[in-house]
């Protein structure tokens, strides 16, 4: 699986955009970019994954650059309740030997402030 | 209604004791997994089963040992407790693969097992 770069953290303003980078830079054309994202004391909880195109859900929306070797998570109205741990994980599709696995990295400590 | 359970939610045993944490998902997905969150805060994973066959092993002591009843079930037994043990467990499962299709990976977690080696 290909290794992703996070900044260890970051705080973001309750009601605005947390706009969260990854690098991934030795990404390969089967690996899909994953996040997901750890609230204290908690079970990590998916967020998005992305192939090569944009993608947006009710929780966020995953910006993966033209040549794949980056992406931004952007929750676009951050709450108190999104203050978490956020992995950022590049990994092969489930036709790879590696079964699909998930490598959990240190992943970015997002702080939402008041 | 919980998609992924755990039990018990927190474990607290004396070093060389024998242990099992349960696990169980009521999402009918076809892949499971073990994974281990130290005091550091790392999730390693350890272990995945697919349809109930062993997929994923990964550098684990044989002291650890899942077993995989059927599809819904992942239980982890540990033999001979160490204190480097002590960590929360955390089950998962996802579509993944097998008779689904589905090639990408959302993992859905249970709440964890806290397991504290004395």
């Known amino acids: 699986d290909a290794k992703t770069t996070q900044p260890t953290s970051m705080d973001c303003a309750e009601g605005r955009a947390a706009n969260l980078p990854c690098n991934h830079s030795?990404?390969?054309?089967?690996?899909?970019v994953y996040w997901y994202r750890q609230i204290h004391s908690q079970g990590p909880q998916y967020i998005i994954h992305g192939l090569k195109n944009n993608e947006t859900n009710e929780m966020a929306s995953l910006i993966i650059t033209e040549d794949r070797k980056s992406s931004t998570l952007i929750l676009p109205h951050a709450t108190l309740r999104d203050t978490a741990v956020y992995y950022c994980?590049?990994?092969?599709?489930?036709?790879?030997?590696?079964?699909?696995?998930?490598?959990f990295g240190q992943g970015t400590i997002l702080t939402v402030h008041p | 209604d919980t998609a992924v359970s755990q039990t018990p939610k927190y474990l607290v045993t004396q070093m060389g004791n024998d242990k099992s944490i349960k696990c169980e998902q009521n999402?009918?997905?076809?892949?499971m997994y073990w994974y281990k969150q130290d005091s550091k805060k790392f999730l390693k994973i350890m272990f995945s089963y697919n349809n109930k066959e062993l997929i994923i092993n990964e550098t684990v002591p044989n002291r650890f040992s899942p077993k995989s009843p059927d599809k819904a079930h992942l239980n982890l037994h540990i033999n001979s407790l160490e204190l480097g043990d002590s960590a929360v467990y955390f089950c998962?499962?996802?579509?993944?693969?097998?008779?689904?299709?589905?090639?990408?990976?959302?993992?859905?977690f249970g709440p964890g097992t806290r397991l504290t080696v004395l």
């Open positions: 998962a499962s996802s579509p993944i693969g097998g008779w689904s299709g589905v090639l990408y990976n959302e993992q859905f």
């Open positions: 030795t990404i390969s054309g089967n690996e899909y």
């Open positions: 999402l009918g997905h076809d892949t």
């Open positions: 994980i590049a990994a092969a599709n489930a036709g790879g030997t590696s079964y699909g696995k998930l490598t």
